[in-house]
């Protein structure tokens, strides 16, 4: 079977997956996780084999016109070059952990025959953007995509929470893909073509006649699904939806697809240095702002949520200053070890009935209670934070040499001005995650309060994942030397300068949390009784008593936020409230209120654009009811009067009709009469 054959089969698998999994999820349940499973391991076996049989060598590219345009043909193209070909392997492997996984999370979920046929549908719409080499068949799985993710987040309807995330989701991305899609129309008007090739041959050749303007209106799209700065807002809020499919959409579909996006068609951005510095505010913005967010929030997966964001902004600067190959290695890199991460966190919410981190960091034990998720989660996040020899150290620092190159002029390909911003703005970036990685592994594993529950060991489908993303998680970054060559051959390997200021910024981050932590640990024990205590309770409690107690109330109402315990099975005791050690209030200071709450960009946005459209809607509306129905109306009040007046005088009454006769012909007379004296009078 050829390569191009196996490539077709790649989608088309979990594809067919899905639409058994819909039609006869509910008449053969029997069948269900088997058409989730076995579809999705089959397209990773095959995405694993294409990319073997391509080896990095020359691209392989095949295309068929699928419908004649009269102008600009649309063609099923396929375009399968290293970039494609890993990420494809991502996918497949990210998608069947997931899967596997949800068999056991979701086992008491009624929908989940819909959910795994949703996950598939996923799957195959972002393995159809990786390997597709037609932009408007790229366009059918970015949009694909877009529906799925608007299901799958408003999984749970019946709150309020997942419907409004779901909508707000969908809405975001869309408000992106307006732009987007213009951009696209706009470049095929310039290349004549859809075809990926065609449309580098004519950059190449310098046929773009709005070069800036069609890289801003693709990145507006871009900005939109990969979450980046401004369009950002809706994947924290996105962790309505179930822990896997937050894995699947943080670590190797939707997010990824813009990224990849830019990284397929890079030389078109190229083609205008303005866009690409540009990009490089939007990234070094994303970085920093998302790191700060994160070290704020107390929803471990909305930690999580803001780390995506910040690690898409890492490839995105990759992108800014030309080494796309930097970008994706760091794309595949974080889709593991994220994953990994969404996962675990999924198996410690499970366990502690809770999304909270101040609720965890008030359970004693828990890292006794499920030892797999302790050990996976510390490699995830050693990961994450870019401590050597993880995975994470490796693609990071690629990312890091490739603006530092930028910065210092070796390279030519952005302004120096785009290096410097994604350099500083990655080193500090590089600690603060440290820092907020060091903070979630001390709230959730290192508690002191009540013991945790024990429900006994996680079912083997979830902590078996877990272990099997740990692998690449600890030795992909080994790979940085061989993998250069599937990309566009440029080194990859870290250099001194860059480890020393990454890693040494990771070690800060990680060294002055922990210092933090044992210190706000230490003052709960240390605190001085209340003064009323034992004397009345009108007498008054000192600062530093009320503050605590404030800080106690809110991470109870915190921990009272549990959107994940309709997926658990177990029944989980009330936390007991009390404070919560929390190094990052220490760390951000009179930012952290600021930076809980995404430094109030859904208020400046409600401002800015909700309530000026809600204002011109209403206006619309009362201008479409009290004016256009008021002619509407008048319309048909007119001829109803009229109506009206002549049915009077039917009145069925010969004579009445005579008189009336007789009357008119008078009046006619005296009138003729009238009006002819005064004719002969004048």
Known sequence: MSTTTLAVLVPLLPFLGAVAGLLFGRTAPGFVRPLAILPTLGAAVLAVIVAVRQGGGPAISTATELTPTGSVPIDLSLYLDGFAVLVAVLVGLVATCVQLYSTAYLREDPRYPSYAALVSLFTSAMLLVVYSGDLMVLLVGWEVMGICSYFLVGHYWETEAARSASLKAFLVTKLGDVPFLIGLFALAADAGSFQITKILGTVAAGGLDHPTLIALLLLAGVAGKSAQFPLHTWLPDAMAGPTPVSALIHAATMVAAGVYFIARLLPVFAASRAALVVMAVMAAVTMIGSALAALAQDDIKRVLAYSTIGQLGYMTGALAVGDRGAAIFHLLSHGVFKALLFLGAGVIIHAAGTNSLAAMSRMDGLTKRIPDAFWTMTIALLALAAIPPFAGFFSKEAVLVAAEQTATGHSDFAPSSAGWLVLVAGVLTALLTAAYATRLWLMAFRGRG?????????????????????????????????????????????????????????????????????????????????????????????????????????????????????????????VPAGPAPDPGRALLGPLHRHAADGFHLDAVYDRLFVRPVRAAASLVRFLDREVVDTYVRGAGAGPRLLGSLVRRAQTGNVQSYLSALLAGAVVLAIATAVLANVNAGS
């Open 450 to 574: 009540a013991a945790a529950p024990d429900h006994g060991k996680e079912p083997v489908a979830m902590t078996g994942v877990l272990w099997l993303l740990a692998i690449p998680s600890i030795g992909f970054g080994l790979a940085a030397g061989p993998i250069a060559d599937w990309f566009d051959g440029e080194e990859l390997t870290p250099t001194l300068v860059t480890s020393v200021l990454g890693t040494g910024a990771a070690v800060i981050g990680v060294m002055l949390t922990y210092a933090l932590w044992q210190r706000a640990a230490a003052r709960p024990a240390t605190a001085p009784a209340p003064a009323g205590a034992g004397t009345g309770a009108g007498s008054p409690q000192p600062a530093a008593v009320a503050a605590a107690a404030s800080a106690a109330t809110a991470a109870a109402e915190s921990a009272a936020e549990t959107p994940e315990v309709a997926e658990v099975a177990h029944d989980h005791p009330t």
